[in-house]
């Protein structure tokens, strides 16, 4: 396979990536802006569920000490196309920049953790509709 496109797989993982951390943080602040405002949709029972999954699945991760498979993949790929890591675009860069901390690890235990709380809470908070029959 190319290395460029190789690099390409890579950075399509690394946006994926960020868009999935974005859904569960700002998923999270929407659900708490939309009790305020009104907003119907945060009250969606499938967004709420697919939200309250996606946190769970980076707790579970946090606790056992796996690292994200997206990471993995775009790693590997980098790795395979002999690319240095994230020596690549503005953009790349950036994107890496947002994603990944340099601390102990049980610091993102604890953040995923109250996070994941948090998340939880707000289904006791802000109620998902009823499910439809």
């Known amino acids: 396979m190319p290395l460029s496109l190789l690099l390409l797989f890579a950075d399509i993982l690394l946006i994926l990536h960020v868009l999935f951390v974005a859904f ?3 998923g999270l602040f929407a659900v708490y ?3 305020f405002l009104n907003w119907k949709w945060v009250r969606n029972r499938l967004f709420r569920i697919v939200h309250l999954c996606a946190i769970g699945y980076v707790v ?3 606790w056992l000490g796996v690292v994200c498979p997206l990471t993995v993949w775009e790693m590997a790929l980098r790795a395979q ?4 890591t994230y020596s690549g675009s503005f953009i790349q860069y950036w ?3 947002l994603l990944y901390f340099t601390l102990p690890e ?3 235990v ?3 953790t109250l996070f994941g709380s948090l998340v939880l809470a707000s289904w006791f908070v802000v109620r998902p509709n ?3 029959r």
């Open 24 to 26: 569960v943080v700002l």
């Open 33 to 35: 802006t939309g009790y």
């Open 60 to 62: 579970i991760q946090a």
């Open 81 to 84: 196309a002999g690319a240095a």
């Open 95 to 97: 994107l890496h920049s």
């Open 106 to 108: 049980w610091v993102f």
């Open 110 to 112: 604890v953040a995923y």
């Open 130 to 132: 009823a499910r439809s």
